[in-house]
């Protein structure tokens, strides 16, 4: 049966709570504004293709970033011109849900005219919805991509110069040209008989993604009364007559009939998948041990940690370890390896935070513990430590002495000791022991628990164990 | 009580109307008009002029917003009341 009566959509919200102003049922826009028209084809193409459920929004930068006060569905808002890449995570770990990134022409065609292009080129599975108003709504008028030759702006005061800022995008022929987008055209947000088309465009676009047929891309010449100075009307006739010239309508690509669908099945992970995924072979998951802490000292709680020493002697390793015991004792943790433009001097540092609350950043400037295993770090590193913290260096590898008066220095010759115990590579372990052994911050049951979680080659845990007890050994 | 429409008619919630006039523009039986006077939101609104819709739908998408306009087509079944406020 025929529609008899035409409503809003039920896709939208009855109610836009979420707008935070008191009115709660118009949109932000415009009045006359193409963005709502859209949106209107868009939330009826959704609910009569069932799929309310399944639809993830990716929500721009530009007048449509509040999309989500609107549509009772999945969203996500992003960072300006990013939408396809976020899309493109969305849909390949989410495969059932329907995608569908919506993105103005400053959006898409100029901060995120890379992406764009790449995730039509990679043929992903998403919807795009690109309204193409030829100027930068929100931020007052500004020239975008897609503003028309002679086009007078905001940064275009006496009309787009060719010479001077190039010729208007025309990204729905650009992205006909590539291999893998299924189905590409452009419509305008007009007209009666213009609408009727963008409406068929709308839901081919959402029903290919739906069919796993591959990218569609619909792009919709819309209307931006207050950004062009004119009355909606008159927008809507600029575009008909003068738009168009430039952005002829049509479809650039559909082969919609030829591509074999991709079948999506819904896949709920159990237990076992993820358990696979993640490596765990068979093993079950047991009750989930209970670690003891240590009583620590006032001041070597919450450490902020910086771990640094040249590339190979595991110091991103050291980190981890010491971040995976303190997970297990149920500290917040922290694990940041910093790849400065020292890495290329074959120097390596991480930054570790074990903490009783939660941690607002995982950067480590101003680290209370510095564990140090050649010069350079000491050097570099020395001066950033706390007054009141702790270095641990390397004295069999590092031939000076920290100089600081303000801060407690352990020396541990981690790789002598290392190499008596018949392999140097162990002398990260050594600080390990060293280092929960001087203050107490982990046991060293959770810290062997979390070296056999880490550490893949199972022939290396005696000496690992063996290595961390040395180190203990020594400070204690 | 549920009532079979043997005309259209369109419904234009005046508070939720903008003004826009896009759709006064594109009625091909022109049945639709600006009021003088103004909603809530300081916005002149939009009227049917309460005869004539012949519920083609055309002003449906033409209109940005959401929810403003609601169009009703012969034959479609609906509440008494709604026949009563249109
Ligand atoms: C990284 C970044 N750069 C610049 C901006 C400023 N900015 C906000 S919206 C916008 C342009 C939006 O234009 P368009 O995508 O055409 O959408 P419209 O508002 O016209 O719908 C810009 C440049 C921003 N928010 N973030
Ligand atoms: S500035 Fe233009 S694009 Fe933004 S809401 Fe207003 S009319 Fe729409
Ligand atoms: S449904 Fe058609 S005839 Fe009725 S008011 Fe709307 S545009 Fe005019
Ligand atoms: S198109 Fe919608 S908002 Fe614009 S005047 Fe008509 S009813 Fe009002």
């Known amino acids: ?476 | 009580m549920q009532v079979t429409l043997q005309k259209a008619f369109v419904k234009i919630d005046k508070e939720q109307c903008k003004g826009c006039t896009l759709c006064i523009e594109t009625c091909p039986v022109d049945v639709l008009k600006i009021s003088d006077r103004f909603n809530s939101r300081g916005y002149h609104y939009t009227e049917y002029v309460g005869d004539g819709c012949t519920g083609c739908g055309v002003c449906f998408y033409a209109c940005p917003e959401p929810g403003a306009i609601t169009v009703y087509k012969r034959g479609a079944i609906v509440d008494e009341e709604v026949l009563s406020e249109a």
């Open chain 1, 1 to 476: 049966m025929a529609t008899t009566i035409l409503k809003k959509p039920s896709t939208f919200y009855e109610v836009f709570t979420r707008k935070p102003d008191a009115d709660k049922i118009n949109t932000h826009y415009c009045p006359g504004c193409g963005h709502g028209k859209l949106h209107k084809l868009i939330a009826e193409a959704i609910e009569d293709l069932g799929i309310q459920d399944r639809v993830i929004i990716i929500n721009p930068v530009g007048c449509s970033v509040f999309l989500y006060y609107y549509f009772d569905t999945g969203h996500i808002q992003v960072a300006h011109g990013r939408a396809p890449a976020v899309a493109t995570g969305i849909k390949r770990v989410h495969p059932h849900s329907i995608v569908i990134s919506y993105q103005g022409d400053g959006d898409l065609a100029a901060i995120g005219g890379n992406e764009i292009l790449h995730a039509a080129n990679r043929g992903e599975h998403i919807t795009v919805f690109f309204v193409n108003n030829a100027i930068y709504g929100m931020t007052g008028g500004q020239m975008a991509p897609t503003t028309l030759p002679g086009m007078k702006t905001t940064t275009t005061p006496r009309g787009r110069d060719i010479h001077n800022e190039g010729y208007p995008l025309k990204m729905a022929e650009l992205i006909a040209t590539l291999e893998a987008p299924v189905y590409v055209e452009r419509v305008a947000l007009t007209d009666a008989k213009n609408m009727a088309k963008a409406r068929k465009a709308v839901r081919k676009a959402i029903q290919i993604q739906v069919e796993g047929k591959g990218f569609a891309f619909v792009e919709a010449l819309s209307a931006c009364p207050t950004g062009w100075g004119m009355n909606p009307p008159d927008a809507e006739r600029w575009i008909n007559e003068v738009m168009t010239k430039y952005f002829p309508l049509g479809v650039f690509k559909d082969i919609s009939d030829k591509v074999e669908p991709v079948k999506f099945e819904r896949k709920i992970l159990t237990p076992e998948d993820i358990k696979k995924a993640i490596g765990i072979d068979g093993g079950e998951i047991t009750q989930v041990k209970k670690y003891q802490r240590n009583t620590v000292a006032e001041k070597y709680k919450n450490p902020k940690i910086k771990i640094a020493g040249f590339g190979g002697q595991g110091i991103l390793l050291l980190g981890l370890v010491l971040t995976q015991a303190g997970m297990l004792e149920e500290y917040h943790v922290s694990w940041l390896p910093s790849y400065g433009p020292e890495m290329r001097g074959g120097t390596a540092n991480c930054h570790v935070n074990i903490s009783e609350t939660e941690i607002a950043s995982p950067l480590v400037s101003i680290p209370t513990v510095l564990i140090v295993m050649n010069r350079p770090s000491l050097e570099k590193f020395e001066r950033t430590v706390k007054p009141g913290g702790i270095i641990f260096y390397d004295n069999s590898l590092i031939d000076i002495e920290p100089s600081r008066k303000d801060v407690e220095v352990v020396a541990v010759p981690a790789t002598k000791i290392a190499d008596d115990l018949g392999s140097t590579k162990v002398a990260n372990m050594v600080m390990i022991g060293a280092y929960i052994g001087y203050t107490g911050i982990l046991t060293k049951e959770s810290v062997f628990d979390a070296l056999d979680m880490m550490v893949k080659r199972k022939e290396f845990n005696e000496l690992n164990r063996r290595a961390v007890e040395a180190g203990m050994k020594f400070v204690m």
